[in-house]
T-cell receptor, first 111, second 113 residues
Framework: DTEVTQTPKHLVMGMTNKKSLKCEQH?????MYWYKQKAKKPPELMFV???????INESVPSRFSPECPNSSLLNLHLHALQPEDSALYLC??????????FGEGSRLTVL | EDQVTQSPEALRLQEGESSSLNCSYTVSGLRGLFWYRQDPGKGPEFLFTLYSAGEEKEKERLKATLTKKESFLHITAPKPEDSATYLCAVHLLSSGSARQLTFGSGTQLTVLP
């Protein structure tokens, strides 16, 4: 079982909806990540929080908004998404110099 | 430009037929190379980290090796349960303090009984 927990596992939303993806880790890691993965493609980095400080991938649209309430929690707020945003969204955590551990992912479908 | 390339894209093996997957990289500064296994619809599962040329790591039927230009994932006597997509990823010197990984496109391995 993974020690990075993501909820919900599946989410269907319309283009005008506002929803959030949630991620929690209890490994004491100080870095947390959001990746986006399309079918048969590798994961692409969206955001990194290191000691709750955000690093942004400049290519990520503003309709994706990350939040890190504390070192164990990471949210991804979704607003006015497009159908092409449908993908598997992966959360991961790591020690700053350690391996990344991924959650099971949240499968997002935008109608 | 930093690049990570995996080959082959897909590989079909008979059970017990050993083979190797390749991950080649052209990067300006490597801080680590990682191998992951991913099952359909699941998150990647960590397998190995390699830091320097000549390093080797083993786990069950898998062995990862690293040179200055590429890494190999050797699979010895594979079983059907080894079927998955295998991803390699690099951590670059330019990517800051946290582990910002750049992934290759993966090798989809199918092991037939």
């Amino acid at each position: 079982d993974t020690e990075v927990t993501q909820t919900p596992k599946h989410l269907v939303m319309g283009m005008t909806n506002k929803k959030s993806l949630k991620c929690e880790q209890h490994m004491g890691h100080r870095a947390m990540y959001w990746y986006k993965q399309k079918a048969k493609k590798p994961p692409e980095l969206m955001f990194v929080y290191s000691y709750e400080k955000l690093s942004i991938n400049e290519s990520v649209p503003s309709r994706f908004s990350p939040e890190c309430p504390n070192s164990s929690l990471l949210n991804l707020h979704l607003h006015a998404l497009q159908p092409e945003d449908s993908a598997l969204y992966l959360c991961a955590s790591s020690k700053l110099t350690g391996e990344l551990f991924f959650g099971e992912g949240s499968r997002l479908t935008v109608l | 430009e930093d690049q990570v390339t995996q080959s082959p894209e897909a590989l079909r093996l008979q059970e017990g037929e050993s083979s190797s997957l390749n991950c080649s990289y052209t990067v300006s500064g490597l801080r680590g190379l990682f191998w992951y296994r991913q099952d359909p619809g699941k998150g990647p599962e960590f397998l190995f980290t390699l830091y320097s040329a000549g390093e080797e790591k083993e786990k069950e039927r898998l062995k990862a090796t690293l040179t200055k230009k590429e890494s190999f994932l050797h699979i010895t006597a594979p079983k059907p349960e080894d079927s998955a997509t295998y991803l390699c990823a690099v951590h670059l010197l330019s990517s800051g303090s946290a582990r910002q990984l750049t992934f290759g496109s993966g090798t989809q391995l199918t092991v037939l009984p």
